[in-house]
């Protein structure tokens, strides 16, 4: 029987009336105003945290991905555990994740041969309350429009075992790589500024070393960064802010960061 997991932090994360979330998504990324390469970026990394602090983040990124929709269809996200211990990384038995903007279709053969993969478990419980997934969901149905989804949480796996997820679905044009990431988590603003710029410079130089301090969402970023750098994709980081510049007091401020990675030129 099909189920379909219901979403778990509207209302709470980002709105839960499906038309103030569209509204607010848009604004987000009506507000984008930096111009953006000719070509669309094969994998991004993007926070997740309540909109209120991240939004404008993440929505720096996935404006970039509007050219993408029609051909985009197939998404693999990636994002950390926060809720539930995972040995590895898990999938879903779900068919559908549930959002204010209607259901998003899981990838079911793409789950299937992930679970082939010794160290993915099946576990829906990691998915139920976890964050880290959907709040990426309404700015990717609102800048790709239809799209299969193949959600991934990550535990305590490698580099290598990541990669290994990414390689296994990588396709052509087809498919996307999303890698849900928050940065560094309250420090004093100036302290998360300097320690923030520390793992952008990691990332942008594509060093798969970097440990849950520095990024939650570390074990996805790593293998993404092994990956990029055997496959030549090259990083460009697109803003880097905390919730000190967005939304509450600079006591202890979130990091965020939006990356994205293009795949090489043929020729170049």
Known sequence: M???RPAAVSGMFYPGEPSALAAEVASYLADVTTSAPATPPKAIIAPHAGYIYSGAIAASIYARLRPLQGSVRRV??????HRVLVRGAAVTSASAFDTPLGPVA?????TALLR?????EVSDAAHAREHSLEVHLPFLQSVLGEFRLAPVVVGDATPDQVA??????WGGDETLIVVSSDMSHYLRYD???????RTARAILDLRDELEPEEACGAAPINGLLRVARRRGLRPEQ??????GDTAGDRDRVVGYGAFAFHAPVAGA
């Open 116 to 120: 082939e993969l010794p160290f993915v």
């Open 191 to 197: 302290e998360a500024r300097l320690r923030d710029g």
């Open 106 to 110: 899981v990838d079911v053969e793409a």
């Open 164 to 169: 290994s997820i990414y390689d296994l679905l």
């Open 238 to 243: 697109v803003d880097l802010r905390n919730s």
């Open 76 to 81: 693999v996200l990636a994002g950390p555990a």
């Open 2 to 4: 099909a189920v379909t």
